[in-house]
Structure formats: structure tokens, C-alpha cells
């Protein structure tokens, strides 16, 4: 008589005895479902199952495979090919998160050239992603700078949307619901065409519920005004990081005009970042009047433009009491020792209590700010403040207050 054949257990009893041998390591979720897939027919919806539904394309950068100890190798070619062949492998991701050091490979442009290539191939794939609710690309000019010594060839690597793949995007991620695309588009397509930037959003088959764009030349007040009417009503939030038109040899980044739209399109934010602005103070408040649901504010600037004033953080105690996160990097004259002061007894005021809702401040030292202010909010309850100056680090950090 011919051998019997061992009987798998039952599907719940076989996920179970399976479930002990999955990495702990998400990444490595990715090959183990690999090799099951792989061992037999039966094997095959079982290692669907457990697929991951989130990808981090950085993870794979020096990724170390089961079965070594001490060993690493750059997979990120690997992983990019294996969802691109094996459609099971991304029907099932929620989210794909890829920042500048996920696309670099250290003075190898044509190895870059490969993984963005790769990116590329799968933005521009209708229904690639057919779950995917979160769609975020974010890279950054310094660190292509870094990574290949200074030499200015990162505007072919960080142009991972162009014309063509940005107008995919809603086929390719149709349950899209938070889309980040910071320092990763081309910036010669767009122009001015604020048609594209409609068509694109009306094109969205799911409500935005978050928008972070950044680090372009391409969006401008035009762009705000057309877009937002479209998504503004959903969104919980709303980044705008570094968003300059460029005019010849003038910057011109966004104003109250985009502040205008944002408040009277915008009503259930709970984050809202607008960085490198010329926004003043009235456009400011016409926005947290309508948003006071606002618990995470950046307000950062570099821009010789800003007009905010020493009225703006009056503004910001006035209309977001339950602050939580407070960015103001290079904030200069309009947030002093005094106005932090203000602002913290203000939320003490409003608590009723010995705590205050403000945990976070990120901010640079200025001729207009000491730590007077910072040890008060310390004082108060704030527990963390972010900063890149030497001096303010120095002070801080011997108490473990940074």
C-alpha cells in the first residue's frame, strides 16, 4: 500500500502553529511569507494571510534575512520587484512609506536611478495598490546633497512624480485616504497649471483625510485656491512645508490667500503646518478661528517674508486652549520669552488644574528668546524641546529636559 499522506490541520489550527515561527521583525514578515508561499500549493493563502500591511522601504536598506546572524545586504531592490511580480504581496497594504534614505544607495547614482525606476513602475500601475490608505513619499534635497558629496545630481533622483505618474495616482491607490509627496516631484512639469492639480484631486476615488505637501517650487496660492475647495472639508490634516514659487531669482511662498481658502474650507483640523510662509497674523487667525480643534501647529520659517507679529501667539492662546505641539523654528521677533509665558498661563488658566495640554516645543535660540521662557514651560509641564541650537542643547540637556 502506497504511503499515507499527513493530513494539514484545519485553517485556524494551522495559522496557530504558524504563528510561532512569524519574525518579530516586520520586515523579515515579507521574505518568511516568501518561503511559505513558496513550500506548497497549500501553503500559498495561508502566507497571503499574513502578509504585512505596511511597508517601510528604509527597513530594507541593511536588511538582515532569517536565517543569518551578522550578515546584511541592501534588499531594497528585492522588495520593490517581489510587489511588483507577486500582485497578493501589496493587495493587502494599508501603507508605503518611503523617505530619502530609502531611495539613496550611498555614490551609486545608477543604483538609485534603479530603485526610484522601480517606485515609479508601481505609482503608475492602475489598482497596484488596491487597500492602500496611506501613500507617503518624503524626500529631502540635503540628504541626496550628503549622500553623494555635494555633487548637484539630485533633481533626476528625487523625481519620482512627474506629469505622467502624478496623474496615476488615484487609479493606482484607489482607497487613498492620507497622501504625503514632499521633495519628490518633478519640478518642470507643473508650471502653473492648475488644471492638473484639479483634475488630480477630483480624480481621488476616497476622502482625503490627510495632506502633507512639500519641499516645491510647484505648489503656490493658485494651487491652494483649487485644490482645497475639493478636499479641504475632510481633512484632519493639513501640512504645506516649504511650498516657494519661483520667480527668476525671487522666492514667493504662500500667503494669506491660501490661509483664506484653508479657513473657509477647512473646519476639523487637528494638525496644521504651513513652514516657510508669508502669512501674517490675520491670516493666521482666520484659520485657528474655524479649526479650534487644532492639537498639533507648525509655524516654522526661514522666510525673510513672514509677517507674523507679537500678536500671533495671543492668537494661538486665544483659539487652540488644548495645544499640544507647538513649532516654531526660526520664529524670530513674533515668539518671545514673554508671548510662551502668556501662552502657558493662558492654558493654565483654561485647565483648571496644575497640568497644561502643551507638551512639545520646537523652536531655534533668537536674539528675541532666552530660556526664560523654555524653563517656565518646563516648569508648567511641557516635556520635550526640539532644537538644533548648540546652546539651548547645552543648557538642557544636563537635566534631561531635551
Known sequence: MPPSILALPDGAILDHILSYSLPRHESQVWEWVGVLGQTCRAFRPIAQSFAPSRLTLAHFVDYQPIDTAGWSFDARVGILQTLQDFSWKRQHLKELHVDSFAVIHEDDKSHTMGIVNLIRVLIARRASFPELEWLDIQLR?????????????????????????????????????????????DETWMGGSSNTVTQFFEDLQTPLVSLSLGYTTLITDDHVETFLPIVGNDLVRLELIRCTHQVVDDSQPLTDRSMSVIAQHCSKLRSFAIVNSSISSNGLERVLENNPGIVKLNLSTRSTNHQLGTRAVGIISRYLPRLRELRAHYSGDWFTDDNLIDLINVQANDSGGPGISLKLIEISHTYYRTVRGLDYAIDKGVRVIETNDEDLQSTFLPWGQM
Open 141 to 185: 534635497e540635503d540628504d541626496f546633497m550628503d549622500a553623494f558629496y555635494g555633487c548637484l545630481i539630485e533633481d533626476e533622483l528625487m523625481e519620482l512624480v512627474n506629469a505622467e505618474s502624478f496623474s496615476y495616482i488615484p487609479s493606482a491607490f484607489p482607497s487613498l485616504k492620507k497622501l504625503c509627496l514632499c521633495g519628490c516631484f
